[in-house]
């Protein structure tokens, strides 16, 4: 395992969670960006298959050990939605506002308010690696109406923790890296990635 990894995203929110985990480990962890690589379509249902895609595509352009990670943030009353959609769940181009907005609307008038936070994480050797690492978690709270905090990205500001009493986007970074559903699924990753370092 070399100690160079590709993150197969263009997310900084996403670049700096992963680069604060794994950058201790030794790994340099640099965006597919810094190749151009060409982005890759996410025409799958499920986390697990878009992830795998975007894992095999970044390795196969960039020759590197590529790490994705998909997620986002599943609504029960909405039957999972936004789900896969949740980064252009408002079309494109993309928005955190619009897509907050339009999450907001789907609730109005909504008495279940319950959602979680998925994240599959994987990665892979090189393109064909028939093992790849795989890592999940889950965060679970509750949409809000009106968004708290300045931390996070994505729908943190209204994504609420009873157990906090804060959102996710007024968390402390550390914390929120700690306990969130791809903090769990870096945790996760980061114990099978350290017999791999060096």
């Known amino acids: 395992m070399k100690n160079k990894i ?8 996403k670049l700096r969670e992963i680069r604060r985990i794994l950058d201790p480990l030794g790994f340099n962890v640099v965006p597919q960006s810094d190749f151009a690589v ?13 992830c ?3 894992a095999r595509h970044a390795s196969l352009h960039t020759g590197l050990p590529a790490l994705a990670d998909d997620s986002g943030i599943c609504v029960d009353a909405l039957n999972g939605a936004p789900g896969v959609y949740s980064a252009r769940y408002a079309g494109e181009p993309r928005s955190d506002q619009r897509n907050n907005e339009k999450l907001i609307s ?3 008038n909504e008495a279940n308010r319950r959602a979680h936070y998925y994240c599959v994480i994987v990665l ?6 028939p093992q790849p690492l795989i890592a999940e978690g889950s965060w679970h709270g509750e949409i809000i ?5 300045e931390n996070g990205f994505g729908y943190d500001p209204y994504f609420f923790l009873p ?28 114990n099978k990635l350290r017999g791999l370092a060096g």
């Open 124 to 129: 892979v050797r090189h393109p064909d690696d």
């Open 145 to 149: 109406d009106t968004p708290r905090g």
């Open 163 to 190: 157990e906090f009493g804060k959102t996710g986007a007024e968390l402390d970074p550390d914390h929120k890296n700690a306990i969130s559903h791809r903090g769990q699924a870096l945790d996760i990753l980061v």
């Open 38 to 50: 060409p982005e890759c379509p996410e025409p799958h249902v499920t986390f697990i298959e878009n």
């Open 6 to 13: 590709v993150i197969a995203s263009g997310n900084p929110g």
């Open 106 to 108: 789907a609730l109005d």
């Open 52 to 54: 795998l895609a975007k």
